[in-house]
């Protein structure tokens, strides 16, 4: 219902959502080589997002990058397991870079794909040792780097927001910083970026604050414990107890608590501009882009938003397919990264005098604004009007009309749908086949129930006109 509502809501999203499709399918296709095709069929399998988006690289940088999100994945698997004893855990971190080339490593732990990533791990292995060394030589520098981080915060809970940042420099900034290594190794970057890892490492802290800000509910209520990454001297200025952002009595703390943690986020910004600012490459420039628009989109959708304490929140997907297929250079990144920058505006203003930290975070997205309008103008892009003389609506496209031609294919498909599922008895007697032997009943009157409720929901929006 949800990817329905969204369809009829946005339509012009339908085509994205095809190509995407597709490109899912490509991802899919596996290598000849058995190592390299268990990786990418895991890939899929983990990361379907990451899968699809790993696509705009050139083949040899896709396998050294795939390799190295597994190898990655697979230590995360091991610090993520609740199960494991710290005695057993702490050892495995500081020595998991020597699995690189451990053929004979397997490891009981994980969930679901990820317990068949450990399971089947000698096959990454066996892909990582195809690999140039100049490759593993970072793959394996970066795992080493990581899992003395993660085994830092083991034994310790993220206090400070000092402790944050450098959390989320282990796991994430780290991955950044090995990436433009690999980037500048396969040559289709400069060594330039060898010299940006504050950079990178603010790329990588981006993403990961998103993630940790948008899976609060998912990480408190992992069982058999929870493990929290918002920083105390942030979220203890609003409760006594992280859970307590669950209870609707707290709501208004809860969604200021959520609001200054995404400010804080909006600050590495910047430096991700820097950072794109620097890339020649189209294909690693689209690999990188990606990751960033959808962050941002992500905020934008969680900024006061109290849904983050009761449900799981996404951008949609029509809106993803769009951000993968049409941020391609930096006068589309920046143009995308201002659209959400816009929407994140238009809900700051409302409450301006009411969160103690909305101020901050106009601010923050007042330089983001200014950093999109200096690159665009220095690629000859139109500028929109100044701040002062620009009029922020909540969401404009809320209140534009679905266009005519729209709205009646859909009444079409929806009503060709209709006549199938209530005649299908007759279609089968037409085929001369016995209607009382064929089929199945429960999903005949499922389909039937379907296609009216369907039939129904587009016929009030083709009467209405608009998205609801």
């Known amino acids: ?6 369809i009829l809501n946005h ?5 994205a959502l095809y190509h995407m499709r597709n490109k899912a399918k490509l991802a899919k296709k596996a290598p000849k080589n058995k190592s390299l095709a268990f990786c990418y069929e895991i890939l899929n399998n983990v990361s379907r997002s990451f899968a699809i988006v790993i696509q705009s690289l050139s083949e040899e940088l896709r396998d050294a990058v795939c390799v190295f999100y597994l190898v990655l994945r697979a230590l995360d698997t091991v610090e993520d397991d609740m199960a494991i004893e710290e005695a057993t855990k702490i050892p495995m971190l500081l020595k998991f870079y020597e699995k690189c080339v451990d053929r004979s490593f397997v490891m009981e732990c994980g969930t679901g794909e990820y317990k068949r990533l450990m399971k089947e791990y000698p096959l990454v292995v066996d892909a990582f040792l195809q690999l140039k060394p100049e490759y593993q030589k970072v ?24 402790e944050y940042n450098q959390y989320c420099h282990y ?37 990961q604050k998103t993630n940790i800000i948008r899976d609060y509910l998912e990480d408190i209520d992992e069982e058999p414990a929870p493990r929290m990454f918002w920083p105390k001297e942030i979220w203890g200025e609003y409760a006594e107890k992280l859970e307590d952002f669950k209870d609707p009595a707290n709501a208004d703390a809860a969604l200021q608590c959520l609001n200054h943690l995404i400010t804080d986020a909006l600050h590495h910004l910047p430096d991700c501009f820097a950072y794109m600012a620097k890339l020649d490459s189209p294909s690693v420039f689209q690999f990188c882009a990606i990751p960033q628009v959808m962050a941002i989109a992500t905020l934008s959708e969680c900024y006061n938003n109290h849904k983050v304490f009761t449900n799981v929140v996404k951008i949609r997907r029509g809106l993803s397919a769009r951000i993968c297929l049409e ?45 999109c309008a200096q690159h665009m ?6 500028r929109r009007p100044t701040k002062e003389a620009r009029v922020v609506v909540s969401n404009p496209e809320d209140d534009e009309p679905i266009p005519m031609g729209v709205r009646i294919v859909l009444l079409l498909m929806f009503g060709g749908y209709l006549l199938y599922a209530w005649g299908v008895v007759s279609v089968r007697t037409s085929l001369g086949t016995d209607p009382r032997y064929n089929g199945q009943p429960p999903l005949d009157y499922l389909n039937k129930f379907m296609s009216l409720l369907f039939f129904i929901l587009v016929a009030v929006v083709t009467y209405r006109g608009k998205k609801w």
């Open 1 to 6: 219902m949800g990817l329905l509502r969204d």
């Open 11 to 15: 339509p012009e999203e339908i085509p």
């Open 139 to 162: 793959i394996e520098q970066i795992t080493k780097e990581m899992g003395e981080g993660m085994a830092e915060f083991i034994p310790k809970e993220v206090v400070t927001t000092e």
């Open 171 to 207: 796991v994430a900034g780290l991955v950044g910083i090995g990436l433009s290594k690999l980037f500048a190794a396969s040559e289709l970057e400069t060594e330039e970026l060898l010299e940006m890892d504050d950079v990178a490492d603010a790329m990588g802290k981006f993403l």
């Open 327 to 371: 941020v391609t250079d930096m006068g589309k990144f920046c143009k995308a990264v201002l659209f959400f920058a816009d929407t994140l505006v238009a809900k700051v203003q409302p409450i301006l005098t009411l969160d103690p930290n909305a101020t901050e975070t106009y601010k923050a997205l007042e330089t983001v604004e200014d950093l």
């Open 377 to 382: 103008l220095r690629l000859g892009l139109t």
